[in-house]
């Protein structure tokens, strides 16, 4: 005697469970075009060094393996880095 096979899908094990985190971290590349200059052209002093501390901080993440939960401790140590390098280059 045979069985007759159903017509009654399986379930399926769903993904909805096993989400995954997403990085909240936006890629250089990605994000905004930059600080806008101002009317002769150039940026002002702070924008760079803001956008210099923003880069470091990025390259800290990376070294880090793009391990997240670092962000402040990344964004201190670039901001006394390049802070350090303008204090240096100031009175040299």
Request: hydrophobic share 25%; no cysteine; charged share 35%.
């Amino acid at each position: 005697m045979a069985i007759k096979p159903s017509n009654k899908s399986r379930k399926t094990p769903s993904s909805k469970g096993a989400a995954q985190q997403k990085s909240t971290v936006t890629p250089i590349a990605q994000g905004s075009s930059g600080p806008e200059p101002n009317s002769r052209g150039f940026h002002s002093v702070d924008q760079k060094v803001e956008e210099e501390i923003r880069i470091r901080a990025y390259e800290l993440f990376e070294q880090r393996g793009r391990q997240e939960g670092f962000h402040d401790e990344d964004w201190v140590r670039a901001e006394s880095e390049v802070l350090a390098k303008y204090r240096r280059d100031k009175s040299a």
